[in-house]
């Protein structure tokens, strides 16, 4: 076991926590709801993450395939595009709430709009130095 699955590992050992958490007990309906997302979302990230390491070791038409280029390229323009169509979305629901007077989900979109390109242009800097 390598330190880069370290991490995975202790996902697995982390959604096990939380579904005995769950087991043992009691919280409200809607603390269980989350708690049980969390636990899904916990334990994918980590199965998949392990599995992707796994067949980068072991696969060689899927490390070419992941590693390409032309893929790469695609992954990228996908999600900038993506990125695009999220932002203007997020500007069609803020604009909505504040039309149903529902000023607080407006200002809570309005700052994650706003802060979307400040985050942005921290995470293309951390890379632009690791490159």
């Not at 708690?35 to 993450?49: A, D, K, L, R, T």
């Not at 390409?68 to 979305?89: A, Q």
């Amino acid at each position: 076991m390598n330190n880069k699955n370290i991490l995975w590992y202790a996902g697995y050992a982390v959604s096990l926590g939380l579904v005995l958490l769950l087991l043992f007990a009691d919280f409200s309906p809607e603390i269980e709801s989350a708690i049980g997302i969390f636990v899904s979302v916990i334990f994918s990230v980590s199965h998949i993450q392990l599995w992707h390491n796994k067949m980068l070791r072991e696969d060689n038409e899927y490390r070419i395939d992941v590693m390409d280029e032309r893929n790469i390229s695609i992954k990228e323009k996908t999600g900038n595009i993506t990125n695009m169509i999220t932002f203007v979305l997020l500007g069609c629901a803020t604009v909505l709430f504040i039309a149903l007077e529902y000023i607080i989900p407006a200002i809570i979109i309005g700052v994650i709009i706003f802060v979307q390109p400040l985050i942005l242009f921290c995470v293309s800097t951390s890379i632009e130095r690791k490159m």
